[in-house]
């Protein structure tokens, strides 16, 4: 019998959340090397850099490797496969979406570099 407790509730969660993570990180690499739109490459407050193509093969890499992690995960943690443990899937998942946050945070920081102004 299962038994339902916020353990189980908040694994669900996360793994049906998944789905639309990876849509979402495949969706995008699509969009920057199909069908060349830069319009979300290394955005700072809503400002794209001053030369965005410079920067769309490293989004779009980190958005096709985060993507393909989380299909492998899916994959991997489906409940009538269970390829990998509780433990590895969640650490995967886990992993690649703080890899691709810190990817993107150091990307971003580099197409916007700092502006130093020296007062007169």
Do not use: C
């Amino acid at each position: 019998m299962l038994v339902l407790n916020p353990f189980i509730v908040i694994s669900w969660i996360l793994f049906t959340a998944l789905f639309p993570i990876a849509f979402y990180w495949l969706r995008n690499a699509y969009k920057i090397f199909v069908k060349k739109d830069y319009s979300k490459v290394a955005l700072k407050k809503e400002q794209p850099p001053k030369n965005p193509a410079k920067w769309a093969p490293f989004v779009g890499l980190l958005n096709l490797a985060a993507g393909i992690a989380i299909v492998w995960t899916i994959i991997g943690a489906l409940p009538f496969w269970f390829i990998y443990p509780y433990e590895k899937w969640t650490g995967i998942a886990a992993v690649t979406i703080w890899f691709k946050l810190f990817g993107e945070y150091i990307i971003k920081t580099h197409a916007h570099p700092f502006k130093i102004v020296k007062n007169k």
